[in-house]
């Protein structure tokens, strides 16, 4: 807690575990994941279905639990297709990249305390990090290529927008992403994750960083692609985005890809953010409840809200235009999350220097930067109508469509020219000769 991020003695105590109890954990992780993948699409059609007032998957198992094991046989057996005008290595690699690294997260999530496993105790984490926030982020930065490299891959001009369309928004939110982790950082004194999930003891960063956990939980739904932010893969606008040329098991590489994202973003978010496998209040008042095998039920408890919050929002909010989604990453926030950071480097910096009430002027601060954030949202709100306002008032211009060499459409505030040929208000007969329906 001294605000230095160097390994203790706790970080280089992993890896004293046999072989095949790290076995065991790699397993038990894939088993979770893709269990958890299966779960996440099937309550995902039923809670959507919910909300929409219709009934969901219902048929296959009971409650329609093995619908969606049904969907991954159906797209195994599905006829694999491989554009012509593809790079055909690149196309088949693309997808493993995707998946791959998805995987690879989460040998760094903490899902409880040390237990006994066959009579060994261990860690219920496969391995710990001094800088394993940062392993997390770069995992997942990789993740991303598969998706830029499927979309230039296809030989097809959709496919390569939502590529591109992937690489910048990785780019503005994964900035915002790592900013939102520094307050942690600073108050943990550490990167570690086991760290920073003892630092949380005796009180979530949720509350303490506020500003902090609601820039990162936009981010990472920026970041997994998800509704309202899921523009590289926007059905009206690129048919299906960097994967509609794949089929078969490819293109379920892809879906496995972003429902991992979806757990591992929200597994970090649990960990950073909500004491990770601690039991939250009332639960924490009984003894037992950050012991044994008791804080793997609060750590899935708490991946399941965030999982009900990825799809919540998605049968709730329609997808945002592209210039919103940029307008949003980084105009608003990027500054937010560099103002709070220089609040939360003060702060502590008082604390040690002159022995301050940390919480309170965290809390002070908290409110004071979401009082910043909602003016903004209303100074552009009134910039906006304003702008609305000045385009009515202004007669609109006149412009000249082969201006440039090619015909264009008018830009707004522009009007189209009054027409001079066949089809305009007066003819070749005279100027006070009015066009009739014939004539148009």
Same mark, same amino acid.
């Given at each position: 807690?001294?605000?230095?991020?160097?390994?203790?003695?706790?970080? !280089?105590?992993?890896?004293?575990?046999?072989?095949?109890?790290?076995?065991?954990?790699?397993?038990?992780?894939?088993?979770?994941?893709?269990?958890?993948?299966?779960?996440?699409?099937?309550?995902?059609?039923?809670?959507?279905?919910?909300?929409?007032?219709?009934?969901?998957?219902?048929?296959?198992?009971?409650?329609?639990?093995?619908?969606?094991?049904?969907?991954?046989?159906?797209?195994?057996?599905?006829?694999?297709?491989?554009?012509?005008?593809?790079?055909?290595?690149?196309?088949?690699?693309?997808?493993?990249?995707?998946?791959?690294? +998805?995987?690879?997260?989460?040998?760094?999530?903490?899902?409880?305390?040390?237990? !006994?496993?066959?009579?060994?105790?261990?860690?219920?984490?496969?391995?710990?990090?001094?800088?394993?926030?940062?392993?997390?982020?770069?995992?997942?930065?990789?993740?991303?290529?598969?998706?830029?490299? +499927?979309?230039?891959?296809?030989?097809?001009?959709?496919?390569?927008?939502?590529?591109?369309?992937?690489?910048?928004?990785?780019?503005?939110?994964?900035?915002?992403?790592?900013?939102?982790?520094?307050?942690?950082?600073?108050?943990?004194?550490?990167?570690?994750?086991?760290?920073?999930?003892? +630092?949380?003891?005796?009180?979530?960063?949720?509350?303490?960083?506020?500003? !902090?956990?609601?820039?990162?939980?936009?981010?990472?739904?920026?970041?997994?692609?998800?509704?309202?932010?899921?523009?590289?893969?926007?059905?009206?606008?690129?048919?299906?985005?960097?994967?509609?040329?794949?089929?078969?098991?490819?293109?379920?590489?892809?879906?496995?890809?972003?429902?991992?994202?979806?757990?591992?973003?929200?597994?970090?978010?649990?960990?950073?953010?909500?004491?990770?496998?601690?039991?939250?209040?009332?639960?924490?008042?009984?003894?037992?409840?950050?012991?044994?095998?008791?804080?793997?039920?609060?750590?899935?408890?708490?991946?399941?809200?965030?999982?009900?919050?990825?799809?919540?929002?998605?049968?709730?909010?329609?997808?945002?235009?592209?210039?919103?989604?940029?307008?949003?990453?980084?105009?608003?926030?990027?500054?937010?999350?560099?103002?709070?950071?220089?609040?939360?480097?003060?702060?502590?910096?008082?604390?040690?220097?002159?022995?301050?009430?940390?919480?309170?002027?965290?809390?002070?601060?908290?409110?004071?930067?979401?009082?910043?954030?909602?003016?903004?949202?209303?100074?552009?709100?009134?910039?906006?109508?304003?702008?609305?306002? !000045?385009?009515?008032?202004?007669?609109?211009?006149?412009?000249?469509?082969?201006?440039?060499?090619?015909?264009?459409?008018?830009?707004?505030?522009?009007?189209?020219?009054?027409?001079?040929?066949?089809?305009?208000?007066?003819?070749?007969?005279?100027?006070?000769?009015?066009?009739?329906?014939?004539?148009?």
């Amino acid at each position: 807690m001294n605000g230095t991020l160097l390994a203790s003695p706790e970080v !280089s105590g992993f890896g004293g575990d046999p072989w095949w109890l790290v076995v065991i954990k790699a397993v038990a992780i894939f088993v979770f994941l893709v269990v958890m993948t299966l779960f996440a699409i099937w309550a995902e059609r039923r809670v959507v279905g919910r909300m929409q007032q219709r009934i969901g998957p219902n048929r296959v198992g009971p409650f329609g639990l093995l619908q969606s094991l049904a969907d991954g046989i159906k797209l195994a057996l599905k006829e694999d297709i491989v554009p012509k005008a593809a790079d055909k290595a690149v196309f088949i690699l693309a997808p493993i990249i995707a998946a791959t690294p +998805a995987f690879l997260s989460f040998a760094v999530i903490p899902f409880g305390p040390e237990v !006994s496993i066959f009579g060994h105790q261990t860690r219920l984490q496969l391995t710990d990090l001094p800088v394993a926030v940062l392993y997390v982020l770069a995992v997942a930065s990789v993740g991303i290529y598969g998706i830029v490299l +499927a979309g230039w891959s296809s030989g097809s001009t959709y496919p390569l927008l939502g590529g591109l369309r992937s690489s910048a928004q990785m780019i503005s939110y994964e900035v915002a992403m790592g900013l939102s982790f520094v307050g942690v950082f600073l108050y943990a004194g550490s990167m570690s994750t086991s760290e920073i999930v003892n +630092a949380q003891a005796h009180g979530w960063y949720a509350v303490l960083l506020a500003p !902090s956990f609601v820039i990162y939980v936009i981010a990472m739904i920026g970041e997994t692609n998800r509704a309202p932010f899921d523009l590289p893969e926007a059905e009206g606008e690129l048919v299906g985005g960097f994967h509609t040329e794949y089929s078969s098991l490819k293109f379920a590489l892809f879906f496995l890809a972003e429902y991992i994202n979806m757990v591992t973003v929200s597994a970090l978010a649990t960990t950073l953010f909500l004491g990770g496998w601690r039991a939250p209040w009332p639960v924490s008042l009984w003894d037992g409840a950050n012991q044994g095998w008791w804080p793997v039920l609060w750590f899935v408890a708490k991946l399941l809200m965030f999982l009900f919050v990825f799809i919540w929002l998605r049968g709730t909010l329609p997808r945002l235009r592209y210039d919103q989604f940029m307008k949003l990453g980084w105009k608003v926030l990027i500054p937010a999350a560099l103002g709070w950071l220089l609040l939360v480097a003060t702060v502590r910096a008082l604390n040690t220097e002159y022995n301050f009430d940390t919480r309170e002027i965290a809390l002070y601060g908290g409110i004071a930067a979401a009082a910043l954030i909602a003016v903004t949202f209303v100074w552009d709100l009134i910039a906006a109508r304003r702008d609305e306002e !000045s385009a009515v008032e202004h007669e609109p211009e006149e412009f000249d469509a082969m201006a440039g060499g090619h015909p264009v459409p008018p830009m707004p505030g522009q009007s189209k020219p009054a027409l001079t040929g066949v089809g305009a208000t007066t003819t070749a007969a005279g100027p006070d000769h009015t066009a009739t329906e014939d004539d148009r």
